[in-house]
């Protein structure tokens, strides 16, 4: 159960990443045309395509980037595998080492060597632990891809469905009332995986979002005034 509920949140990170970019950028960009004072129709045209430009490069983005990753730590997984078999006393010394600097006696060290001996396949999964520092499974590239795409469309709508109902003054008011509102509950959803404080949590990813939409908002409010 533990381990199921571990894999789930191993992809929050990309959830987090898309969903807050999504909101806070889209937010970003109708304070700025709002503060320059634009249509409502241009508004929502302009949000419209940067979320979905923004789903695809950060899909592609999050897929291109977990690939390279990945492919650097197979590769280094496959040296230790041949440094594994070329030369197995100095890595079963190597890793007699790191266990000894842990403070285990002699004995511990012997019996956990003399084990990891005999399974190669363990004693490879240990090294690349010990060594090169790869504590996670590889996550799913598909996954990650999807997650990242469609959490940024989501966090996109929420300041956009506004313009769909509104003028444009009471539109941007509201949307930043629904997206203080849907950054401090993500703040809280984090809080699942992460086990920090859900009001600390909350309130930090609502000053992120409120700092990028005032400076945006002013922003475009004196490139109004100077065009």
Request: net charge positive.
């Amino acid at each position: 159960m533990q381990n199921h509920q571990n894999q789930r949140g191993s992809y929050i990170r990309e959830f987090i990443f898309g969903f807050n970019d999504g909101l806070v950028s889209t937010l970003a960009l109708v304070a700025g045309l709002t503060g320059a004072v634009l249509e409502r129709e241009v508004i929502i045209i302009a949000g419209i395509a940067s979320a979905i430009a923004g789903a695809i490069s950060m899909a592609l983005g999050a897929y291109i980037s977990s690939k390279s990753q990945k492919e650097v730590y197979l590769r280094e997984i496959e040296q230790e595998k041949r440094h594994i078999e070329k030369a197995p006393k100095t890595e079963l010394k190597q890793l007699c080492l790191i266990y000894k600097r842990r403070g285990f006696t002699d004995r511990e060290v012997e019996v956990i060597c003399n084990g990891l001996k005999r399974n190669k396949k363990r004693w490879l999964q240990v090294m690349t632990q010990e060594l090169l520092g790869f504590t996670e499974e590889f996550k799913d590239l598909k996954k990650i891809t999807l997650i990242m795409g469609l959490s940024f469309i989501v966090g996109a709508s929420i300041p956009l469905v506004p313009y769909l109902l509104f003028n444009i003054t009471t539109a941007l008011t509201f949307s930043i009332f629904l997206c203080i509102v849907a950054l401090f509950l993500a703040g809280i959803a984090k809080t699942k995986f992460t086990g920090l404080s859900w009001i600390k949590s909350g309130i930090e990813m609502v000053v992120i979002g409120c700092v990028a939409t005032l400076v945006s908002y002013y922003a475009g409010y004196l490139v109004g005034i100077i065009i």
